[in-house]
């Protein structure tokens, strides 16, 4: 099946700075690919997703950007805020069944 | 709001125990129900794929005679612990793509059961 690697598991960063969060996956045949958000004891909810036809997406201080050849993406959040502390989930889906295949999770926190 | 109910969220219970836990999309048809697994600050972890009418997928090295699931309904899948143990003490979480069998979309989340087996 799909393994998909994530990096880094912790992450810190002072508030307004930029925060990077990188996955990688092994099915070429992944096509979707979505970050989730998890406060602990909650459930992860969904913060942007692409698809493998687009390289990037943006929304508002979050993008994702894909590449497809070198089978990574990643998420970018910028000017950073204490409520962005929290778990954070890349996951990749291939087309015919969606099962997601979930990263090992990066916990950030943001230093006020 | 919740477009995916899951219930109970919270079970304690003895060894040799077993526990259902209920799925439930509130508002849509679920075909396909799919249950994760999470350890304490780990990753969800696949476990398997509900499929209304017809038997679960489960994924490599999940016991499906430990893990029974049952998708009785095109809005109930449940999921059972059978003689749950110590080590089965884990947080368990469902999840439903909201349009059915269109692929690429996001997954709704119940909020989880956190079973603690003593």
């Known amino acids: 099946g799909e393994n998909v690697e994530q990096h880094p598991s912790t992450l810190s960063v002072q508030e307004g700075d930029s925060a990077v969060i990188k996955c990688t996956y092994s099915?070429?045949?992944?096509?979707?690919f979505p970050w989730y958000k998890q406060e602990l004891g909650k459930r992860p909810q969904l913060i942007i997703d692409?698809?493998?036809?687009?390289g990037e997406k943006k929304d508002q201080r979050i993008a994702v950007t894909l590449n497809k050849t070198a089978k990574h993406f990643s998420l970018h959040i910028t000017e950073t805020q204490p409520e962005d502390s929290a778990v954070y989930f890349c996951a990749a889906s291939i087309n015919t069944g969606n099962q997601f295949y979930f990263g090992t999770g990066t916990s950030l926190t943001v230093i006020p | 709001g919740a477009v995916v109910s899951q219930h109970p969220s919270w079970v304690i219970c003895k060894s040799g125990t077993s526990v259902k836990i209920e799925c439930r999309s509130l508002d849509f048809q679920a075909t396909t129900m799919f249950w994760y697994r999470q350890f304490p600050k780990q990753s969800l972890m696949l476990m398997a794929t509900?499929?209304?009418?017809?038997?679960?997928?489960?994924e490599q090295g999940v016991e499906k005679d430990k893990f029974l699931i049952n998708h009785a309904s095109l809005t109930l899948s449940t999921l059972t612990v059978t003689s749950a143990h110590p080590e089965d003490s884990s947080f368990y979480i469902c999840?439903?793509?909201?349009?059915?069998?269109?692929?690429?979309?996001?997954?709704?989340f119940g909020d989880g059961t956190r079973l603690s087996i003593l």
């Open positions: 509900s499929n209304e009418g017809s038997k679960a997928t489960y």
């Open positions: 999840s439903a793509p909201r349009w059915g069998a269109t692929t690429n979309q996001p997954q709704h």
């Open positions: 692409i698809r493998s036809n687009v």
């Open positions: 099915d070429s045949a992944s096509n979707y």
